[in-house]
């Protein structure tokens, strides 16, 4: 990856613990892999900050900001400014991406000349 991914992923996080290790493991085991992953955390009482640190001790792509607390959309737009990629793609801290999601949207973007584009969903 160089400088300057084709995707950044923004992810913000607040005392999400419960689903954090296998959300981050969903969006590293993509088969793209030019991304960053920005992970926007607000402070937590819960394990939040030390599961980020530990992947983030693995896998270079992941960018740790500390949050303003200004709770979701406060985060949202910090990854924006931060990002350094030409496509954003959103994660949740609690959502599971498939390991072909960013390959299919940006194939479907770029053939279709899309601006925007979102997926289906799933509920476990």
């Known amino acids: 990856m160089n400088n300057k991914p ?3 992923v923004i992810m913000p996080v607040y005392e999400s613990e419960k689903f954090l290790e296998i959300s981050i493991k969903s969006i590293l085991n993509q088969t793209f892999k030019d991304f960053e992953l920005l992970i926007v955390y607000d402070k937590s009482l819960d394990k939040s900050l030390s599961i ?3 992947f983030q001790s693995l896998d270079k792509r ?3 900001i500390e949050g303003n607390g200004k709770k979701l959309i406060g985060a949202l737009n ?3 400014l931060k990002s350094k990629g030409e496509f954003i ?5 609690d959502d599971i991406s498939l390991s072909n999601r960013f390959k299919k949207q940006l194939n479907l973007m770029k053939k279709n000349k ?4 979102g997926s ?3 509920l476990i």
Not at 89 to 93: F, V
């Open 62 to 64: 992941i960018v740790l």
């Open 78 to 80: 910090l990854g924006f």
């Open 89 to 93: 793609a959103r994660m949740d801290a």
């Open 114 to 117: 899309l601006d925007i584009c």
């Open 120 to 122: 289906h969903c799933f």
């Open 52 to 54: 980020i640190k530990k």
């Open 6 to 8: 084709l995707v950044s």
